[in-house]
């Protein structure tokens, strides 16, 4: 049975022809479903399956992002480098996101596609020996694991950050008007949670009667 395994870490590295390392899975934690990938539990895949595995964004079999060139385990992850196809708008405009997050030393989360060939059960925890590997994405936005950094968008000063971001994304990304659009909206929700700033101040204040709940559903909305 496919499943999707969602994993957020640093972006290794993004060059100027549009190639991007990341780690797409780490190996020998236990992730959120109670699954630990062996060590060498890719590799049979990556010989067997490699030139089959796509590159898409948000699992949209439709968004094929670019194509993989290498794979490996390598220092307890999967790590993949991909070339992403800059003839296409959506794949220039994912190219400008990972740049401005690396500079920024932030994350963007990606997912696997991938099916259980040879495991067994150690303590409740599925130990898996062998996975059938399909895909993986790119995500804009949050994933299912618990441990997603994103997801703790819940105080004044988190959220005053991630529409600094924002609006660094508006001021220096080199993105599609389509883009460019998409980010507004996300940056004009975001200010939605807070007061307007003073005139005499830049700073913006949070709303006092706004909840974690409405910032809950706020997340839940983008998904």
């Not at 934690?29 to 490699?50: A, L, W, Y």
């Not at 296409?88 to 400008?96: A, G, L, N, P, W």
């Not at 994933?143 to 004044?156: E, F, Q, R, V, Y």
Request: no cysteine; net charge positive.
């Amino acid at each position: 049975m496919k499943q999707f395994k969602t994993f957020s870490t640093l972006i290794k590295d993004v060059d100027r022809k549009g190639r991007v390392l990341v780690a797409a899975n780490a190996i020998g934690n236990v992730d959120s479903d109670n699954d630990r990938s062996m060590n060498g539990s890719f590799n049979k895949t990556i010989k067997e399956n490699f030139n089959r595995v796509k590159w898409f964004l948000n699992h949209d079999t439709r968004m094929l992002l670019g194509v993989p060139i290498e794979a490996k385990e390598r220092s307890a992850y999967l790590q993949v480098l991909g070339q992403l196809n800059l003839n296409k708008e959506m794949s220039r405009d994912i190219y400008e996101d990972y740049k401005l997050y690396a500079e920024h030393g932030r994350t963007l989360e990606h997912s696997i596609g991938v099916e259980a060939k040879k495991s067994k059960m150690v303590d409740n925890i599925r130990e898996v020996y062998e996975w059938m590997w399909w895909e993986y994405s790119t995500l804009t936005s949050w994933g299912a694991n618990s441990d997603t950094p994103m997801l703790d968008i819940k105080s004044a000063s988190i959220l005053y950050d991630e529409i600094k971001f924002e609006e660094e994304r508006l001021k220096k990304g080199k993105y599609s008007d389509r883009k460019f659009k998409e980010i507004d909206l996300y940056l004009s929700r975001l200010r939605s949670l807070y007061k307007e700033p003073d005139s005499s101040s830049t700073t913006y204040k949070y709303k006092p009667n706004v909840k974690i709940k409405a910032i809950d559903n706020f997340i839940q909305s983008l998904s």
